[in-house]
Protein backbone atom coordinates (compact mmCIF):
# COMPACT_ATOMS: atom_id res chain seq x y z
CA UNK A 1 0.00 0.00 0.00
CA UNK A 2 1.44 3.81 -0.64
CA UNK A 3 2.34 4.88 2.26
CA UNK A 4 0.98 8.50 0.64
CA UNK A 5 -2.34 7.52 0.02
CA UNK A 6 -2.58 6.12 3.60
CA UNK A 7 -1.64 8.99 5.35
CA UNK A 8 -4.18 11.22 3.44
CA UNK A 9 -6.73 8.91 3.82
CA UNK A 10 -6.06 9.01 7.40
CA UNK A 11 -5.86 12.50 7.79
CA UNK A 12 -9.80 12.89 5.67
CA UNK A 13 -10.98 10.16 8.79
CA UNK A 14 -9.39 12.05 11.85
CA UNK A 15 -11.45 15.52 9.87
CA UNK A 16 -14.20 13.28 9.77
CA UNK A 17 -14.34 12.59 13.30
CA UNK A 18 -13.34 16.06 14.64
CA UNK A 19 -16.29 17.30 12.46
CA UNK A 20 -18.86 14.62 14.24
CA UNK A 21 -16.88 15.86 17.69
CA UNK A 22 -17.94 19.53 16.88
CA UNK A 23 -21.56 18.62 16.57
CA UNK A 24 -21.96 16.76 19.46
CA UNK A 25 -20.35 19.52 21.04
CA UNK A 26 -23.08 22.13 19.76
CA UNK A 27 -25.76 19.21 20.43
CA UNK A 28 -24.17 18.90 23.88
CA UNK A 29 -25.00 22.96 23.96
CA UNK A 30 -28.46 22.56 22.66
CA UNK A 31 -29.21 19.69 25.22
CA UNK A 32 -28.01 21.64 28.59
CA UNK A 33 -30.45 25.02 27.06
CA UNK A 34 -33.09 22.89 26.34
CA UNK A 35 -32.77 21.27 29.65
CA UNK A 36 -32.16 24.23 31.75
CA UNK A 37 -35.21 26.73 29.86
CA UNK A 38 -37.46 24.13 29.53
CA UNK A 39 -40.06 24.19 28.02
CA UNK A 40 -38.81 27.39 25.97
CA UNK A 41 -35.56 26.21 25.89
CA UNK A 42 -36.57 23.65 23.35
CA UNK A 43 -37.46 26.50 21.26
CA UNK A 44 -34.25 28.45 21.89
CA UNK A 45 -32.37 25.30 21.25
CA UNK A 46 -34.04 24.72 17.70
CA UNK A 47 -32.83 28.21 17.04
CA UNK A 48 -29.52 27.98 17.93
CA UNK A 49 -29.01 24.76 15.89
CA UNK A 50 -30.10 26.79 12.97
CA UNK A 51 -28.22 29.23 13.00
CA UNK A 52 -24.91 28.33 14.79
CA UNK A 53 -23.25 28.28 11.71
CA UNK A 54 -23.53 31.75 10.92
CA UNK A 55 -22.15 32.80 14.23
CA UNK A 56 -18.56 33.98 14.87
CA UNK A 57 -17.77 34.32 11.27
CA UNK A 58 -18.93 30.67 10.05
CA UNK A 59 -18.23 28.60 13.58
CA UNK A 60 -20.39 27.25 15.86
CA UNK A 61 -19.47 26.72 19.52
CA UNK A 62 -18.03 23.14 18.13
CA UNK A 63 -16.63 24.08 15.18
CA UNK A 64 -14.56 27.17 17.12
CA UNK A 65 -13.32 25.03 19.47
CA UNK A 66 -12.39 22.06 16.88
CA UNK A 67 -10.91 24.82 14.53
CA UNK A 68 -13.45 24.49 11.69
CA UNK A 69 -15.32 26.70 9.63
CA UNK A 70 -18.27 26.63 7.28
CA UNK A 71 -17.98 28.59 4.35
CA UNK A 72 -20.12 29.03 0.80
CA UNK A 73 -19.06 27.31 -2.26
CA UNK A 74 -20.44 30.08 -4.17
CA UNK A 75 -17.89 32.67 -3.05
CA UNK A 76 -15.66 31.35 -0.02
CA UNK A 77 -17.26 33.82 2.38
CA UNK A 78 -18.46 32.46 5.69
CA UNK A 79 -22.18 30.75 5.93
CA UNK A 80 -24.49 33.05 5.51
CA UNK A 81 -27.83 32.76 7.76
CA UNK A 82 -30.42 31.27 4.95
CA UNK A 83 -27.11 28.43 4.21
CA UNK A 84 -26.98 27.77 8.14
CA UNK A 85 -30.52 26.86 8.24
CA UNK A 86 -30.67 25.14 4.70
CA UNK A 87 -27.36 22.71 6.13
CA UNK A 88 -28.96 22.30 9.76
CA UNK A 89 -32.32 21.26 8.59
CA UNK A 90 -31.47 17.29 8.64
CA UNK A 91 -30.82 18.04 12.68
CA UNK A 92 -33.09 20.54 13.01
CA UNK A 93 -36.24 18.22 11.64
CA UNK A 94 -35.70 15.34 14.19
CA UNK A 95 -34.89 17.83 17.06
CA UNK A 96 -38.10 19.53 16.47
CA UNK A 97 -40.67 16.59 16.26
CA UNK A 98 -39.36 15.74 19.87
CA UNK A 99 -40.73 18.50 21.19
CA UNK A 100 -44.16 16.94 20.59
CA UNK A 101 -44.78 14.61 23.16
CA UNK A 102 -45.57 10.65 22.24
CA UNK A 103 -46.32 11.24 18.83
CA UNK A 104 -43.74 13.58 18.07
CA UNK A 105 -40.84 11.50 19.50
CA UNK A 106 -42.11 8.15 17.10
CA UNK A 107 -41.65 10.88 14.34
CA UNK A 108 -38.57 11.85 15.72
CA UNK A 109 -37.63 8.20 15.48
CA UNK A 110 -38.26 8.43 11.65
CA UNK A 111 -36.43 11.15 11.32
CA UNK A 112 -32.73 10.06 12.65
CA UNK A 113 -33.08 8.61 9.18
CA UNK A 114 -31.85 12.19 8.17
CA UNK A 115 -28.80 11.72 10.66
CA UNK A 116 -28.04 8.59 9.76
CA UNK A 117 -27.79 10.03 5.85
CA UNK A 118 -25.56 13.07 7.23
CA UNK A 119 -23.78 10.11 8.72
CA UNK A 120 -23.30 8.27 6.01
CA UNK A 121 -22.60 11.13 3.02
CA UNK A 122 -19.72 12.50 5.25
CA UNK A 123 -17.91 9.01 5.14
CA UNK A 124 -18.51 7.85 2.29
CA UNK A 125 -18.23 10.90 -0.32
CA UNK A 126 -15.03 11.62 -1.44
CA UNK A 127 -15.59 15.85 -0.72
CA UNK A 128 -16.35 15.05 3.03
CA UNK A 129 -19.84 16.97 2.20
CA UNK A 130 -22.35 15.40 4.25
CA UNK A 131 -26.20 16.55 3.04
CA UNK A 132 -26.74 19.52 4.88
CA UNK A 133 -23.67 20.60 3.32
CA UNK A 134 -24.86 19.61 -0.30
CA UNK A 135 -28.13 21.48 0.31
CA UNK A 136 -26.96 24.48 1.03
CA UNK A 137 -23.93 24.63 -0.93
CA UNK A 138 -21.10 24.45 1.71
CA UNK A 139 -18.19 23.46 2.38
CA UNK A 140 -16.63 23.19 6.00
CA UNK A 141 -12.78 23.83 6.14
CA UNK A 142 -10.19 24.03 8.67
CA UNK A 143 -9.73 27.58 10.24
CA UNK A 144 -6.01 27.91 9.69
CA UNK A 145 -4.91 31.35 10.11
CA UNK A 146 -2.26 30.89 7.57
CA UNK A 147 -4.55 30.89 4.51
CA UNK A 148 -3.37 32.64 1.78
CA UNK A 149 -6.80 34.31 1.39
CA UNK A 150 -7.00 35.41 4.74
CA UNK A 151 -3.86 36.95 4.93
CA UNK A 152 -5.38 39.28 2.03
CA UNK A 153 -8.04 40.50 4.18
CA UNK A 154 -6.50 41.46 7.55
CA UNK A 155 -6.31 44.67 8.37
CA UNK A 156 -3.46 46.44 9.26
CA UNK A 157 -2.95 47.09 12.12
CA UNK A 158 -0.82 50.43 11.53
CA UNK A 159 -1.66 52.61 8.29
CA UNK A 160 1.23 52.13 6.25
CA UNK A 161 0.79 55.42 4.42
CA UNK A 162 2.52 56.56 7.83
CA UNK A 163 5.40 54.63 8.17
CA UNK A 164 5.54 54.63 11.70
CA UNK A 165 8.21 51.86 12.39
CA UNK A 166 11.32 53.18 14.39
CA UNK A 167 13.51 51.55 11.92
CA UNK A 168 12.36 53.91 9.38
CA UNK A 169 13.58 56.77 10.51
CA UNK A 170 17.09 58.38 9.80
CA UNK A 171 18.83 56.96 11.94
CA UNK A 172 18.44 53.12 13.56
Known amino acids: MDTR ?11 R ?26 LLAIFYIGISDYLQ ?3 SVGKKIM ?7 KDGKPCSVKQSIVR ?21 IFFTALIIIELYLLFKLDSGHRWGDVMADTTVIG ?23 PCNRTKC
Open 5 to 15: KYILNSGKRVA
Open 17 to 42: LARIIAKAIDLFIVLIVSLIFYPFGI
Open 67 to 73: GFQVVSL
Open 57 to 59: NGQ
Open 143 to 165: DDPNRVDLQKHKESWFDSSKNMS
Open 88 to 108: NLPIIIPVFFAIIPFWGWIFS
